[in-house]
């Protein structure tokens, strides 16, 4: 079964630490971006950071720069996003996607996704 399964959401104080994982089943992450979107409570999703197994690319929408690091172990066939200093405004569902080929922006066009896992951050 093709799937992507997130884990390491929950609640962390404003200027804390999450790392969220993103674990492939039933293919390979070689030839595929994985992609991070988070959607927050009457918004639409937004896309936070990609990357490319191609060449190893990546890609961060302009809030989390400096504070998000997308990652990721082939061996594991799994991807990562370490969020640091996160803010209240980070606090949404953050979903990882899976496209065949190189990073976009558009949710629309990647093709598996993730059941997505909670971040909320206050205090």
């Known amino acids: 079964q093709v799937q992507l399964v997130e884990s390491g959401g929950g609640l962390v104080q404003p200027g804390g630490s999450l790392r969220l994982s993103c674990a492939a089943s039933?293919?390979?992450?070689?030839?595929?971006?994985i992609g991070w979107f988070r959607q927050a409570p009457g918004k639409g999703r937004e896309g936070v950071s990609c990357?490319?197994?191609?060449?190893?690319?990546?890609y961060y929408a302009d809030s989390v720069k400096g504070r998000f690091t997308i990652s990721g172990d082939n061996a594991k066939n799994t991807v990562y996003v370490q969020m640091n200093s996160l803010k209240p405004e980070d606090t949404a569902v953050y979903y990882c996607?899976?496209?065949?080929?190189?990073?976009?922006?558009?949710?629309?066009?990647?093709?598996?996704w993730g059941q997505g896992t909670q971040v909320t951050v206050s205090s």
């Open positions: 996607a899976a496209i065949l080929g190189d990073c976009t922006t558009e949710p629309g066009t990647f093709e598996i």
């Open positions: 039933g293919f390979t992450l070689d030839y595929y971006a």
């Open positions: 990357i490319s197994s191609s060449d190893g690319s990546t």
